[in-house]
């Protein structure tokens, strides 16, 4: 079972920049799609940004568009979300989570079996 450990969620101001690391324990996870997503208090966990197993496919939420980079590197076992320009309602804890496929994307939580534990991102205005 493949294990996922985020990082570099810390308090940052508005407009700083942040990248958020997911790191496998497997090398299965080479084969995965990968999703970000985040959860602010009180409010339900929602899609940010997903990429594909070889890195070709990216595709992000109407809300960090234009903002936010998703990329990968099969060979350290890490997904990375760059976040630029971040605003205080980006502050969430961000989660990476992983689904073997060698073709499906998906945007919905319920997908994807294998998920960290989280980081927290804060953004103070």
């Known amino acids: 079972q493949v294990q996922l450990v985020e990082s570099g969620g810390r308090l940052v101001q508005a407009g700083d920049s942040l990248r958020l690391s997911c790191a496998a324990s497997?090398?299965?996870?080479?084969?995965?799609?990968v999703g970000w997503f985040r959860q602010a208090p009180g409010k339900e966990r929602e899609f940010v940004a997903g990429?594909?197993?070889?890195?070709?496919?990216?595709y992000y939420s109407d809300s960090v568009k234009g903002r936010f980079a998703i990329s990968r590197d099969n060979a350290k076992l890490t997904v990375y979300l760059r976040m630029n320009s971040l605003k205080p309602e980006d502050t969430a804890v961000y989660y990476c989570?992983?689904?073997?496929?060698?073709?499906?994307?998906?945007?919905?939580?319920?997908?994807?079996?294998?998920w960290g534990q989280g980081t927290q991102v804060t953004v103070s205005s």
């Open positions: 497997d090398g299965t996870f080479s084969t995965h799609s």
């Open positions: 989570a992983g689904r073997s496929s060698l073709g499906q994307l998906s945007t919905a939580a319920s997908w994807y079996p294998y």
């Open positions: 990429i594909s197993w070889s890195g070709t496919t990216s």
